[in-house]
C-alpha cells in the first residue's frame, strides 16, 4: 500500500473513530509517516479532504461505470444514493471535512465533472434527458436524507426504483 494510501486510510479510521477534524500530525502518526511524508502528498489540511473526496469519487465512479456496461446505471445510483452500514459511515464521515463557505462547499471540481459524467451514464441507458434528471435528482434527494439522519428504507428504494425506472 502506498504512503498516500495509507494517510488516507488513517485519516478516515480517525474521523470514523470520533475526530471529525484530525490534526495532520495525528493523521501522519496513525498512518505511520512522518509529518513531513504526510506534506509531501498533500500540502495541507484541504489537500488532504480533497484526496479523501477523490478516493470517493473514484470507488463510485467505478460501479457507475461498470453499471452501465450492464444497463444499469440507473439503479444503481438510487442504490448508492440510499446508503447505510459502514457506508453511511464514512459518507458522513466525509462530510464531516467538507468546509462550506460564503462562496459555497468546498469540493474539488472532479465532484461537479464525476457527476456530470454519471448524469450521461443516466441519461444514455433511460433515454430521456428529464427523466435523467429526475433519476440523478432523486438519488441526490435519497442521499441527502441519508447525510441527516433519515435513511430511506429499502422498501422505499425498491419503490421508487421500480416507479423511476418502469418502461423504460
Same mark, same amino acid.
Do not use: C
Given at each position: 500500500?502506498?504512503?498516500?494510501?495509507?494517510v488516507?486510510?488513517?485519516?478516515?479510521?480517525l474521523?470514523l473513530?470520533?475526530d471529525p477534524?484530525?490534526s495532520?500530525?495525528?493523521?501522519?502518526?496513525?498512518?505511520g509517516?512522518?509529518?513531513?511524508?504526510l #506534506?509531501?502528498?498533500f500540502?495541507?489540511?484541504?489537500?488532504?479532504?480533497?484526496?479523501l473526496v477523490?478516493r470517493?469519487?473514484?470507488?463510485?465512479d467505478?460501479?457507475m461505470?461498470a453499471?452501465?456496461a450492464?444497463?444499469?446505471a440507473a439503479e444503481?445510483?438510487?442504490r448508492l444514493?440510499a446508503?447505510?452500514g459502514?457506508?453511511?459511515v464514512?459518507?458522513?464521515?466525509l462530510?464531516s #471535512?467538507? =468546509?462550506?463557505?460564503?462562496?459555497?462547499?468546498?469540493l474539488?471540481p472532479?465532484v461537479?465533472?464525476?457527476?456530470?459524467?454519471w448524469q450521461?451514464m443516466? @441519461? @444514455?441507458e433511460?433515454g430521456?434527458?428529464?427523466r435523467g434528471?429526475?433519476v =440523478?435528482?432523486?438519488?441526490?434527494?435519497?442521499?441527502?436524507?441519508?447525510?441527516?439522519?433519515?435513511?430511506p428504507n429499502?422498501a422505499?428504494?425498491?419503490?421508487l426504483?421500480?416507479?423511476l425506472?418502469?418502461?423504460?
Amino acid at each position: 500500500m502506498s504512503v498516500r494510501e495509507r494517510v488516507l486510510d488513517a485519516l478516515q479510521e480517525l474521523i470514523l473513530g470520533g475526530d471529525p477534524v484530525p490534526s495532520l500530525d495525528a493523521v501522519a502518526a496513525a498512518a505511520g509517516v512522518s509529518k513531513g511524508g504526510l #506534506l509531501h502528498h498533500f500540502r495541507d489540511r484541504r489537500a488532504l479532504a480533497h484526496g479523501l473526496v477523490h478516493r470517493a469519487l473514484a470507488e463510485i465512479d467505478a460501479a457507475m461505470t461498470a453499471a452501465a456496461a450492464q444497463g444499469s446505471a440507473a439503479e444503481t445510483w438510487l442504490r448508492l444514493s440510499a446508503v447505510d452500514g459502514p457506508e453511511l459511515v464514512a459518507a458522513r464521515a466525509l462530510l464531516s #471535512l467538507v =468546509r462550506v463557505t460564503a462562496s459555497g462547499i468546498d469540493l474539488p471540481p472532479e465532484v461537479a465533472q464525476a457527476v456530470a459524467r454519471w448524469q450521461a451514464m443516466i @441519461t @444514455t441507458e433511460i433515454g430521456d434527458p428529464v427523466r435523467g434528471d429526475l433519476v =440523478r435528482l432523486v438519488g441526490d434527494g435519497l442521499f441527502l436524507e441519508t447525510l441527516a439522519g433519515d435513511p430511506p428504507n429499502r422498501a422505499r428504494v425498491d419503490a421508487l426504483v421500480g416507479y423511476l425506472l418502469a418502461g423504460r
